[in-house]
């Protein structure tokens, strides 16, 4: 009998469920894998916004991750928000020791409100020690701009352009996506080893946004965990498009929620109940 992928999340709490770690354990779960976690802060926070962030120590984020994947043969790992390089440091340390086969980074950086959350040593530390060691890496169209200290594109054509950049950095699948684009559409942009695709997408007219970043980058991570080890070059963009697929799905269900008072959560689980 096959065994189930089993998939990691490094990330911050949310108490609220619908982004970090536990909208990442909804993710994995609703798309078939097994999810387990290495928690990087306990953050106060609900649909309205943060109200404080207690970050975990790098010694024991450490310890987190060591002593799990001692245990546990994980296939795909993603990364959320990392703030300092001596965290970033330990992770690339383990994680280059145990070398899971897919290894996803959401570069969060920058909040909804446009504020940028991490310094200019967490921002190089992000860019110079985790983006190498990713496979895949999924900036917004600000993140990206962070990443690369240039503008952040307003049209297609930059996003496009800005592309030789992000793949330069040493990742070699970016999926930059489109959101923060203004129009009916909101295409995200996929670079690959050989070439890049457009991915489009119709906007859906929803404030239940919170958690959409998590929520794509976890759907990629759980959709390669589930490829076969021996899987043909086109199968990592099928992956990565069958993700963003359950995404949209995701967010067109989200009026069926009814979490909180301010941006609610996309509905991780609409293909269940």
């Known amino acids: 009998m096959d065994t189930i992928a089993k998939v990691l999340t490094i990330a911050g709490s949310d108490p609220s469920g619908g982004?970090?770690?536990?909208?990442?354990?909804?993710?994995f779960s609703a798309l078939g894998v097994y999810a387990t976690n290495v928690i990087t802060a306990v953050i106060a926070q609900n649909t309205r916004g943060v109200a404080r962030v207690e970050p975990v120590s790098a010694e024991?984020?450490?310890v987190q991750l060591e002593n799990l994947l001692e245990d546990v043969e994980i296939d795909a790992v993603k990364i959320g928000m990392v703030a300092s390089r001596e965290v970033a440091e330990v992770i690339a340390r383990v994680l280059g020791r145990h070398r899971p086969r897919w290894i996803v980074l959401d570069p969060v950086m920058v909040a909804k409100s446009g504020d940028i959350l991490v310094d200019d040593e967490g921002i190089r530390a992000v860019r110079d020690v985790l983006v190498p060691l990713a496979h895949v890496i999924t900036p917004n169209l600000p993140e990206a701009a962070v990443l690369l200290d240039t503008a952040s594109p307003k049209t297609p054509g930059e996003m496009e352009a800005m592309l030789p950049g992000l793949t330069a950095l040493g990742a070699p699948y970016a999926v930059l996506k489109g959101g923060h684009l203004t129009g009916e559409s909101c295409p995200d942009l996929l670079a690959t080893p050989s070439e890049h695709a457009w991915l489009p997408a119709s906007r859906i007219e929803t404030d239940n946004l919170h958690g959409t970043g998590c929520a794509l980058s976890s759907a990629i991570t759980a959709c390669l965990a589930k490829l076969p080890v021996d899987a043909d070059e086109h199968a990592p963009v099928e992956a990565i498009r069958e993700a963003k697929s359950w995404l949209h799905e995701a967010l067109a269900a989200s009026e069926r929620l009814q979490v909180g008072r301010g941006?609610?959560?996309?509905?991780?689980?609409?293909r269940w109940w």
């Open 263 to 270: 941006r609610g959560p996309v509905h991780h689980f609409h």
């Open 19 to 27: 982004a970090g770690l536990q909208g990442d354990i909804k993710t």
């Open 60 to 62: 024991m984020i450490g």
